[in-house]
């Protein structure tokens, strides 16, 4: 008896596990999002992982798809920072930035490096069903028609650590974390954490 009430609980817990969606940015130093069109749903997480070069990702309206979502409405949207890899990736660490999904509103991204978003690197979460209108297809093929991405708090994308995670966000997104890490990776709130191969983690 107690042998089943220890599995059954192994496996409510494991059932109640958050699913966590991993986007690699940058992979092989290409200015893409892969996988760039995912549906995740309320509680799962997103983490993106800085692979290569000095990216971002950051909220944009679908209308406007290299600018922060602030400047075109009423949504304060999320904006990791920029986040260059080579250092962490050469130590074997990887920059992440996870966000949590509240509900299946769409949340279309970019990169606000210079050209990044018009050369297509942008994607959607929970793109919306049945609209034909606002497909990332159609969000992609505007962002081409966008010279230079701009970074939230500042002006056009330049490559250099301007903007900041922004803690609180809309549309289906709420506080994101940072970290920077390797096998075992860890996320926490509002820090940057180093996470070492073994496990160990120095907060900065």
């Known amino acids: 008896m107690q042998f089943t009430t220890l599995a059954l609980a192994a496996l409510t817990s494991l059932a109640s596990a958050q699913k966590t969606w991993v986007v690699t940015v940058a992979q092989n130093g290409t200015q893409t999002f892969s996988p760039n069109n995912i549906v995740a749903q309320p509680g799962e997480m997103v983490q993106f992982q800085f692979h290569s070069g000095n990216h971002t990702v950051t909220q944009s309206t679908f209308d406007q798809p290299c600018q922060p979502v602030a400047m075109n409405s009423n949504a304060t949207g999320f904006h990791s920072g920029f986040l260059p890899a080579a250092a962490s990736v050469a130590m074997g660490m990887i920059p992440t930035y996870t966000i949590q999904i509240n509900n299946t509103n769409p949340l279309w991204l970019y990169c606000a490096q210079g050209p990044h978003c018009k050369n297509g690197m942008v994607m959607v979460i929970n793109q919306p069903a049945g609209n034909p209108a606002k497909t990332f297809e159609t969000y992609k093929a505007a962002a081409a028609k966008v010279n230079t991405a701009v970074v939230p708090g500042g002006a056009a ?48």
């Open 157 to 204: 994308g330049a490559g250099g650590q301007t903007g900041s995670t922004t803690p609180s966000t809309t549309d289906g997104a709420p506080a994101p974390t940072q970290s920077l890490g390797g096998a075992g990776m860890l996320t926490v709130p509002g820090t940057v954490a180093l996470i070492a191969a073994a496990g160990a983690a120095l907060l900065l």
